[in-house]
Each structure stands twice: as C-alpha cells, then as structure tokens.
C-alpha cells in the first residue's frame, strides 16, 4: 500500500504545485468574486443619464409618456422638439440619444422611434412600454374602468398545484430540489469533464516522457491506476473546497446575491439529498476517471489526446443534455430508463432522487449496476492500462485497446 500512496501523492503535489493549477484557481476564484458584485462592477461602469428627444406630430402625449416612465422606474429623461428637424440635429450633436415621433391614431398615441443606431433595444422597449400604459389608460378612461377595476383586471389568477400522493413532493419543495439538482449536474458535469480529462493527460504525459517503463515494473498496473486517480481526486477536492468557502463568503457579503440561499431554500436540505449527491459525484468521477486512464494509456502524443476522449466526452456531454431536459419533466419514461445506465446515472438518477419520491430499491440498483460497471472498467482497465503504456505507435482509435490488451498477455 505504500507504493499506491507514494504514487498518489507524488501525481497530487506535483499538481498543486503546478503553474496552471495555481494559475486557473485563481482565474476561476477572481470570476466567482466578480459574479458575487457584478451589481457594484456595473455601477462603475454606469452610463451618464439618457436623453430622449420626444416630437408630437399630433396630440398632446408627452406629459402622460414622462409620467409613465417616471411611474415603471425608468432613468430616460425627456426632452420636447417642436420639429423633427431640430430633434435631428441634437441627435447628431450628440445631446439626445435619439427621438421619439409621436401622433394621435383614433385617439390612441402611436409613435416612431430614432436612432443612429438601435442596436441597444433598451430605450426603445422603455419607451413602447411607457406608450403602451398611456394607451390601457385612455382606453380605460373611455369605458368607465375605475382604478379599483383595473387592479382587478390585472390581479393574477389564484392558481395553486397540489400532490394527490401524500409523499409527493410539494410546489416549494420541487422548487428547492430544481435549484440543488441544477448545482450539482453542473458541478458532476465540470468534475468529470475537467478532472478525468486531468488523469488521461498526466498518463499521456508520463508516457511520453517514458517514466511508464520504469513504473509499470515496481508497481502494478491497477495499483498505479488508481493511485493517479486518488491523486487527482484529492487535488479535485482540495480546488473544490477553495471554491465553495470563497464562494460562499463572497455572497453572503452580498445580500442580493446572497439571497439565492433563501430563493432555493437551500438552508432546509434534507440530508440525505446531500449524502446522495456525494455518493454521485464520487461514483461518476470514478467512473470516468477510470475509463480516462485507460484512453490516456493509449495514447502516444498528447495532440491524439482529445480524440482518444471525444467517445466519453460525448457521453458526458449526452448525459448532461438528458439531465437538463429532466428538470422540467423528472416523471418522463427516457428518464426513468436512462437513470439505469451507469453513464448517466450519476446526474440523472441524483436528478430523480432530487425531484421525485423514488422507491430505495430504484436508488440501490443505479448505484449496484454503476459499482459492477466500475469493477469491470477497473478489470479491464487495468489489463489495457498495462499494455497500452507500453505502446508508442499512433494509437488514435479505440481499436488500440484489443492490442493493448493482447500486449499485456504476451508479457
């Protein structure tokens, strides 16, 4: 055993150590602290004032249009032209962002915007927002609708969704999972993805430098296998916890960001939600860290890396696209079935655990079947991982895996 740890932690300080560890932390770190204010970056940046220049070709509907903008909260400011000419002109002078042509229409405002550009459609939806209130008002006003009428009109509906089942989950309660399920799909999603991809390379690497010939002699091949993935998984844990505590501090010192806690609910996770989502993601790294040590084996030159991976990475990415279509139908037969395959299961069947009330039994066989799916890979993995470090021809196909395994039974 101590071989295993040695080899262990020899792939997980020189990691750490490692310029584009220490590097992509701190790129990833400064873009978390910049989400948490980017209310307060934005202020920074804030645009002056903006003039809107407003020509009446008929009727008289500026008042009313200022009043409207002022009523929704709008920063646009107002500025009346007796022509359009003259409205024109400040324009291109650069004192009115642009011009706002309005006439009467049977008694209705209707209205032309300019602009030298309406790239930014802000003003211009402002502004038709505004003209449509001045609208519902006149028309109100023409049919006898007194306020108290129009609160009514505009009240919505009460529409609530009740579970016939008792153990179904409720409204809140689906809202609160949606919002943990959507976290860690995307956090399994980015684990797997980057860190096994991290175990191919490191193999690829050592292979290519010839380290592996002197390796694979003192130490077994699944023993060293799995020793570079506990090494990635612990430098995976170590850049995750710096992640959530400097994520977490950084919203809580910031109220409106940090009100997503209290929007999710997520200060009432249940904790077996919490255990199973560890259970998951440590099953699905497994999982594709071992068949990314085994297409790392196989590899000769780091430029074939990426094609050895495109198959699990096209997995992952399926997986990840089924899980997200899941969110808003959990109850779906593709789901249910998908849940099953050992592939998937980490994001999908965590997806099902989160939004619906799933027998144990369901929860025992996904885990079962992704454990056997794990041994098997680790069996042949082994036996491939063996071999294919002893390989130095292009292998850019996964047909490389039966030679590797054949190379590892003439040793």
Known sequence: MSKFWIVAMHTYIQKVKSKSFIISTAVILLFMAAFANLDRIIGLFGDEEEKIGVVALSGDYFAALQEQLKASGSELALEEFDSESNAKKAEEEGDISGYVLLEDQAGLPAGIYKAASIADSTESTELQNALQQVQTVIMTEKANITDEQLAAIYTPVSFEVEALNEDAKSEAELSQARGLVYIMIFAIYFSVLVYAGMIANEVAIEKS???????????????????????????????????????????????????????????????????????????????????????????????????????????????????????????????????????????????????????????????????????????????????????????????????????????
């Open 209 to 411: 430098s010839r380290v592996m010939e002197i390796l694979i002699s003192s130490v077994s091949p699944i023993k060293q296998m799995f020793a570079k993935i506990t090494g990635i998984a612990l430098l995976t844990l170590t850049q995750l916890i710096i992640f959530v505590v400097v994520g977490y501090l950084a919203l809580m010192n910031n109220s409106g960001v940090g009100d997503v806690f209290e929007l999710f609910n997520f200060n009432n996770i249940e904790t077996k939600t919490v255990i199973y989502a560890v259970v998951f993601t440590l099953l699905g790294y497994l999982l594709y860290a071992t068949m990314a040590a085994c297409l790392g084996s196989l590899v000769s030159k780091l430029e074939d890396l990426q094609q050895m991976l495109l198959p699990m990475t096209m997995l992952v990415i399926f997986g990840f696209l089924i899980a997200m279509n899941g969110l808003s139908n959990p109850e779906a037969n593709f789901i249910t079935i998908t849940s099953y395959i050992p592939f998937f299961t980490p994001m999908i069947m965590f997806l099902r655990i989160g939004m619906l009330d799933i027998a144990p039994l369901e929860i025992a066989i996904g885990i079962i079947l992704m454990l056997v799916t794990i041994g098997l890979l680790a069996y042949v993995g082994a036996k491939v991982y063996k071999g294919g470090v002893l390989m130095y021809s292009n292998s850019t196909s996964l047909k490389d895996i039966r030679k590797a395994i054949n190379l590892t039974k003439n040793q």
